[in-house]
Nanobody, 116 residues
Framework: VQLVESGGGLVQPGGSLRLSCATS????????MSWVRRAPGKGFEWVAD????????YNRDDVKGQLTVSRDNAKGTVYLQMNDLKREDTARYYC??????????WGQGTQVIVAS
């Protein structure tokens, strides 16, 4: 199982980024996927889940409309579109296989820094 995140970087407040998580080694189309973040000095924080073929998504309330998860089952990739970024969105973002307590594999993360 491999999950490789990319797309992070330095962005100004109000800017946008699109994170990607390329996967391999498991049946992606039949697997829920999640995004989790960890801000400096804080614990892990769930961001969003996406279900399998129906693509239903779930976001934490304070990022609804700002951070949007999607997936491309043909490419085995899950995305996190991040708009109107705020300083408090600065964190390392991880994708994970599974959702809630079922998450069992994680990528190495990609760093997002929101600063002027």
């Amino acid at each position: 199982v491999q999950l490789v995140e990319s797309g992070g970087g330095l962005v100004q407040p109000g800017g946008s980024l699109r994170l990607s998580c390329a996967t391999s080694g498991f049946y992606f189309s039949g697997t829920y996927m999640s995004w989790v973040r960890r801000a400096p000095g804080k614990g892990f924080e769930w961001v969003a889940d996406i279900q399998t073929t129906d693509g239903n998504t779930y976001n934490r309330d304070d990022v609804k409309g700002q951070l949007t998860v999607s997936r491309d089952n043909a490419k085995g990739t899950v995305y996190l579109q991040m708009n109107d970024l705020k300083r408090e969105d600065t964190a390392r973002y991880y994708c994970a296989r599974g959702w809630g307590p079922t998450k069992d594999s994680w990528g190495q993360g990609t760093q997002v820094i929101v600063a002027s």
